[in-house]
């Protein structure tokens, strides 16, 4: 931990922005690992199991009960079909599209500005370097031999810290970034392919339900 305060420190002004794309990063990485892997990942073969017994067996409050019960998003997008399902089909489909719109952008947001911050990062460590260039350019034109060196170790330490500091922000966020990228399609496919697997189901026995 010193020598990480010790580089902190002698990476200069550009250090601070770094830190602050770092604490944005885990902060946005957290809170979607605990979204998409806790509250929006479910069990799709039980899912549909138990709403393929539960439907042909046209008990439609206890599918509407259990669907209500369940926290990830296509229970919510099903749940809002099954509500509409003693009127047209058209309703039904309406109600599960509009849910769709509502669910969606949930599972969709924020991940995308992990490879924003990765980039913000990777960019702030470039002009760290930059500026610790300078100041060892500087240092080797403008103040005196017998000062010259350390001033030009002073530079070249603010330059190698930054890019350093930067690289190790960016790094980690396209890396979350592939991670939960893969996870957000890979929930977005199985709602897709689940959500018209279930609209099928409901309208196909949409006469038992209503009764």
Same mark, same amino acid.
């Given at each position: 931990?010193?020598?990480?305060?010790?580089?902190?420190?002698?990476?200069?002004?550009?250090?601070?922005?770094?830190?602050?794309?770092?604490?944005?990063?885990?902060?946005?990485?957290?809170?979607?690992?605990?979204?998409?892997?806790?509250?929006?990942?479910?069990?799709?073969?039980?899912?549909?199991?138990?709403?393929?017994?539960?439907?042909?067996?046209?008990?439609?409050?206890?599918?509407?009960?259990?669907?209500?019960?369940?926290?990830?998003?296509?229970?919510?997008?099903?749940?809002?079909?099954?509500?509409?399902?003693?009127?047209?089909?058209? $309703?039904?489909?309406?109600?599960?599209?509009?849910?769709?719109?509502?669910?969606?952008?949930? !599972?969709?947001?924020?991940?995308?500005?992990?490879?924003?911050?990765?980039? !913000?990062?990777?960019?702030?460590?470039?002009?760290?370097?930059?500026?610790?260039?300078?100041?060892?350019?500087?240092?080797?034109?403008?103040?005196?031999?017998?000062?010259?060196?350390?001033?030009?170790?002073?530079?070249?330490?603010?330059?190698?810290?930054?890019?350093?500091?930067?690289?190790?922000?960016?790094?980690?966020?396209? !890396?979350?970034?592939?991670?939960?990228?893969?996870?957000?399609?890979?929930?977005?496919? $199985?709602?897709?392919?689940?959500?018209?697997?279930?609209?099928?189901?409901?309208?196909?026995?949409?006469?038992?339900?209503?009764?």
């Amino acid at each position: 931990m010193r020598f990480i305060a010790e580089s902190f420190e002698k990476g200069g002004l550009f250090m601070w922005p770094i830190l602050c794309a770092s604490l944005v990063l885990y902060a946005i990485a957290i809170e979607r690992f605990f979204f998409l892997y806790l509250r929006a990942s479910f069990n799709k073969e039980m899912f549909i199991k138990t709403l393929h017994s539960t439907i042909f067996a046209g008990q439609l409050d206890k599918v509407v009960k259990y669907t209500a019960a369940q926290r990830f998003p296509l229970a919510r997008i099903i749940h809002a079909g099954l509500l509409k399902v003693r009127g047209a089909p058209e $309703d039904v489909q309406a109600a599960m599209d509009g849910a769709a719109l509502r669910e969606l952008p949930k !599972i969709e947001k924020r991940t995308p500005y992990l490879a924003m911050v990765g980039n !913000i990062a990777m960019l702030l460590g470039l002009l760290g370097t930059i500026s610790g260039m300078i100041v060892s350019f500087a240092a080797v034109a403008n103040v005196e031999a017998s000062a010259k060196a350390a001033e030009l170790a002073r530079g070249i330490s603010e330059a190698m810290n930054c890019t350093a500091f930067g690289l190790l922000t960016a790094i980690p966020a396209l !890396i979350f970034y592939a991670i939960l990228q893969g996870k957000t399609q890979a929930l977005i496919d $199985d709602m897709n392919e689940s959500t018209v697997h279930v609209m099928n189901l409901i309208l196909e026995n949409r006469d038992k339900l209503a009764n």
